[in-house]
């Protein structure tokens, strides 16, 4: 099975740090997702990878960046943590020409933001 | 732009009742179409997915779900809903002109009641 691994299922940080969130999937799959998750709104996209070094902006990527050194590890980065952004971070990931057929979910990491 | 519905936010049903969740979606092109599951502390899950054919579809854990273009609805049932069904439950919307992107909805939180 699939296996789609967050570093940590919850996180405190203070206003104005700078968070890593990372991801690391072992199925080879190109393609890898970062969502926020909160309640009533659902699942928003926040970046996209299509392959290593690759990006792109999803629905919602102010305050955040991403990096993707290695096509199995994804991170999303904080560059100055808000209060706005405590959510639960969902990460994911697709198989090649495949890119919404079917997403395997990471548990997810609670981020609050004091 | 396009957008996904779910408007119960929340709904209890009896173990062993018949469950439907409404999703709807407002999409200019043939849209694809999931439904995804999450358990407590979990990430989500793929129940059941429509890309073309026959409108009916089947997925895992005795769920199905119904494609009506006319009405723009994906809407999810099962016959009898036991008290493990108890989760959140996600209608996600894509199509091939909007790339690798999901469009997901706010979520129904589902409570069985023994």
């Known amino acids: 099975d699939v296996k789609v691994t967050q570093s940590s299922r919850y996180l405190v940080k203070r206003t104005g740090e700078k968070v890593f969130l990372e991801c690391v999937q072992d199925?080879?799959?190109?393609?890898m997702f970062w969502y926020r998750q909160d309640p009533g709104l659902g699942l928003r996209l926040i970046y996209f990878?299509?392959?290593?070094?690759?990006?792109e902006k999803g629905d919602i990527p102010e305050g955040y960046s991403v990096s993707r050194e290695k096509k199995e590890r994804f991170s999303l980065i904080l560059e100055s943590a808000s209060t706005n952004q405590t959510s639960m971070y969902l990460c994911?990931?697709?198989?090649?020409?495949?890119?919404?057929?079917?997403?395997?979910f990471g548990s997810g990491t609670q981020l609050s933001v004091l | 732009a396009q957008s996904v519905t779910q408007p119960d936010i929340h709904i209890t049903v009896s173990e062993g009742a018949s469950l439907e969740l409404r999703c709807n979606y407002s999409?200019?092109?043939?849209?694809?179409l999931f439904w995804y599951v999450q358990s407590p502390g979990q990430g989500l899950q793929l129940l059941l997915k429509y890309f073309s054919g026959d409108t009916l579809v089947q997925g895992i854990k005795g769920f199905e779900a119904e494609f009506k273009r006319s009405q723009s609805s994906f809407n999810l049932r099962k016959p009898s809903v036991h008290w493990s069904d108890a989760a959140e439950y996600f209608c996600?919307?894509?199509?091939?002109?909007?790339?690798?992107?999901?469009?997901f909805g706010a979520g129904t939180i589902l409570r069985v009641k023994s």
């Open positions: 996600a919307v894509g199509a091939l002109e909007y790339g690798n992107k999901l469009v």
């Open positions: 994911a990931s697709s198989e090649p020409g495949q890119g919404y057929e079917k997403l395997f």
């Open positions: 999409y200019g092109a043939t849209p694809y």
């Open positions: 199925m080879d799959h190109e393609n």
């Open positions: 990878s299509y392959d290593v070094k690759m990006k």
